[in-house]
């Protein structure tokens, strides 16, 4: 599916939901892709999507060489933090996968010397053992560690169950409900096989990628 293609199903989702129109933002998902596959079948259609279209990079080193030749671009980091990428962390936006507090403090201290900080999501895990995230039960806790640090935490990320749409569905619904609780407004949920599920349990961001470069 091309970049229009997908966001007129975000936009038919949206509506099959009872939400806002444009409540739902695409994250394009790049990694992988080098910057003139992205230069054709991304950015000439980012102004379909009001605030233009994100890039998720999932590779800190990829993110780095991407982000030092394409500056002007909204990035994202979806992939896990390890604690000596932070460094490489200064383009980024927004990261999606935040676990744990000493990641925040490694953030926070590098973005002290940058001069502006990356807002964060608190990656949830989806109890599947190989997966990573936050046991929901400690969601509070972390939460309020990496507040602490001075970090903006603006919501909850998951990633589904492979293969299995009621295990997705019942995912982001508690998902969603968790971040109601906290007081989080954003909720990075949805990939290529099951956005729409996770629009129609309260999705704000859905991070589509092979879709867009096929």
């Known amino acids: 599916m091309t970049v229009p293609a997908v966001l007129a199903a975000i936009r038919a989702a949206e509506?099959?939901?009872?939400?806002e129109p444009g409540s739902v933002r695409l994250v394009a998902v790049t990694k992988g892709q080098g910057l003139d596959a992205i230069e054709r079948a991304v950015l000439p259609h980012a102004a379909l999507q009001p605030g233009g279209l994100p890039l998720g990079e999932g590779r800190a080193q990829e993110l780095r060489d991407k982000a030092a030749l394409r500056p002007d671009l909204e990035w994202h980091f979806i992939g896990p933090l390890q604690l000596n990428k932070v460094k490489y962390m200064r383009p980024v936006t927004l990261i999606h996968a935040l676990e744990e507090a000493?990641?925040?403090?490694?953030?926070?201290d590098a973005a002290s010397k940058w001069g502006r900080a990356p807002a964060v999501l608190l990656q949830v895990h989806n109890g599947e053992a190989q997966k990573h995230g936050v046991a929901p039960d400690d969601l509070r806790r972390v939460h309020a560690e990496v507040a602490a640090t001075g970090l903006t935490v603006r919501g909850l990320m998951v990633m589904a169950p492979d293969g299995d749409p009621e295990a997705a569905r019942r995912v982001f619904t508690d998902t969603a409900r968790r971040a109601?609780?906290?007081?989080?407004?954003?909720?990075?949920?949805g990939m290529s096989g099951d956005y729409d599920l996770a629009i129609h349990a309260g999705a704000t961001l859905v991070r589509v990628g092979r879709s867009l470069f096929l």
């Open 102 to 108: 000493r990641q925040a403090e490694a953030l926070a």
């Open 180 to 189: 109601h609780d906290l007081g989080l407004p954003e909720l990075s949920m």
């Open 15 to 19: 509506a099959e939901a009872g939400r």
